[in-house]
């Protein structure tokens, strides 16, 4: 058995192996400790070696009690209360028991707390396993939905480079009709320089007039295509934004989880928080962190699959009024080449009528000349009758008869008269009708010179004008 002794402030206390507890109170404060055995409680005490010389032996307890105290130097005058041996052993008994009960007590919390640790170290090691697999689990679908964003993103930027390459060409295309509307207005005011019977609302000024009207109702078509590729072009970039925002976070949330799950027990910068609970208030639900992902990408797949239609329609816009431009160009064209066939060939009726009318006026002025001429040549005749009739109506008296001669000479001389009438009368209507030839001359010159114009300004203005517009060009480059 082991025995061991502890100054303890006045008291010395003796445990022995059996876990039995005895107290000796001690008066002075300065003693010296002493070692002896102590004996079963039902046993007469034995005084050990080092006190068997100086204490006398005792049957009773009591007896050694007052050896002892007389040994250890008490004053003999001193009073004291003593306990009967009964209460010590019953103090002794209860504090034992008390020790005992402590002990089974501390020994079953002992196991118990063995217990609760390697429980709570299986737990917790479990729960940590299923944190590291739970983060793992996470770091999968947070990848994964990046994945999906950042190809929702690249698409999307894909189809905002091809509605601005779209937009550029109904841009190009409404750039394109200025140059065919002021060719076509041109044209018109050209045409209104026609003089007289020429300034005529013909087929041509028609159709000017449709291709203008054309032009401006494509203008308006292209101008509502480009602010509906404006407002598409917008959703897309609002889209993008949301996507990229949303791809940000997923970055950041894969950093920090990541590094969450990196960290074990041993990592460097761990700390304590004291309530967790204080960081949940901006939390959200897994099921709404998902449809808000869910969310942006069905706005961004709605909104590519708008800005698609937007580039179909502006494609089907343009297409649609290249081909009407070009077709009412081209009715343009016949109906101004129609117009040149009808002036040219009017011009060519003016021309053989005018030619006409000059060799008609002409042979007047070749007629009149002779009919003047002759006119003229009864001159000499007319002479020579009358002076022949003067000379003979001075014959004498009775040889001054009305014969032959006479009847002869008169006749002569009204036929002659007669054919100088009829020359002057014709001569008169030969210069009447020359007049009127010179005049029809005079008008089919103007109405040639006006001809002349017309085929000048439609074919030297208006149709070298329109030579200029080229229609390929209002069709954008790789269309």
């Not at 501390?106 to 429980?119: F, G, V």
């Not at 014959?395 to 032959?404: A, C, K, L, M």
Request: hydrophobic share 30%.
């Amino acid at each position: 058995k082991l025995w061991y002794q502890r100054r303890v402030r006045g008291s010395i206390i003796i445990l022995t192996g059996r876990q039995r507890l005895y107290i000796v109170t001690i008066v002075t404060i300065r003693v010296c400790t002493v070692s002896f055995q102590l004996p079963s409680i039902r046993e007469p005490v034995q005084m050990t070696s080092a006190y068997s010389s100086v204490l006398p032996s005792y049957g009773s307890k009591r007896d050694v009690g007052k050896a002892l105290l007389q040994t250890l130097g008490a004053p003999s005058n001193t009073v004291r209360d003593r306990k009967a041996p009964e209460h010590w052993n019953a103090a002794l008994n209860m504090h034992v028991r008390l020790s005992d009960k402590d002990k089974n007590k501390a020994e079953t919390q002992r196991d118990a707390s063995n217990r609760l640790i390697k429980e709570l170290d299986h737990k917790t090691k479990t729960k940590q396993s299923e944190i590291n697999r739970r983060l793992q689990d996470r770091i999968t679908t947070v990848a994964y939905w990046k994945q999906r964003l950042n190809t929702e993103h690249a698409a999307i930027c894909q189809e905002i480079t091809n509605l601005n390459m779209s937009k550029q060409k109904t841009q190009q295309a409404l750039a394109s009709t200025e140059l065919p509307t002021e060719v076509s207005t041109n044209c018109l005011k050209n045409r209104e320089n026609r003089e007289a019977i020429d300034l005529v609302q013909d087929l041509v000024d028609d159709e000017l007039i449709n291709e203008l009207n054309m032009l401006s109702e494509v203008q308006k078509l292209l101008s509502t295509r480009i602010c509906d590729s404006d407002q598409r072009l917008k959703a897309l970039n609002d889209c993008k934004t949301n996507l990229e925002y949303d791809i940000r976070d997923k970055e950041e949330c894969l950093r920090l989880d990541e590094h969450c799950y990196k960290l074990n027990n041993g990592s460097a910068g761990l700390q304590q928080i004291a309530q967790p609970s204080l960081y949940d208030g901006h939390t959200t639900t897994v099921e709404k962190h998902e449809i808000f992902s869910q969310d942006n990408l069905e706005k961004s797949e709605i909104a590519r699959v708008m800005s698609c239609l937007q580039r179909e329609l502006n494609d089907f816009s343009i297409n649609k009024s290249n081909d009407e431009l070009q077709k009412q160009s081209e009715l343009v064209g016949s109906m101004f080449r129609l117009r040149l066939k009808e002036l040219t060939d009017a011009k060519t009726g003016l021309d053989g009528q005018l030619e006409k009318t000059n060799q008609e006026i002409s042979s007047v002025e070749d007629s009149l000349h002779q009919l003047r001429e002759a006119l003229r040549s009864k001159d000499g005749p007319m002479k020579v009758a009358t002076t022949r009739f003067a000379v003979r109506a001075k014959r004498p008296n009775v040889e001054q008869t009305r014969d032959y001669v006479h009847g002869g000479l008169l006749s002569e001389i009204n036929d002659i008269s007669g054919s100088q009438e009829a020359l002057k009368q014709q001569i008169a209507s030969a210069e009447e009708t020359l007049h009127r030839l010179l005049k029809n001359k005079e008008r089919l010159e103007q109405d040639i010179a006006i001809k002349k114009k017309s085929i000048q300004i439609d074919e030297q203005q208006c149709l070298r004008l329109r030579k200029t517009l080229s229609w390929r060009g209002f069709r954008p480059a790789g269309m």
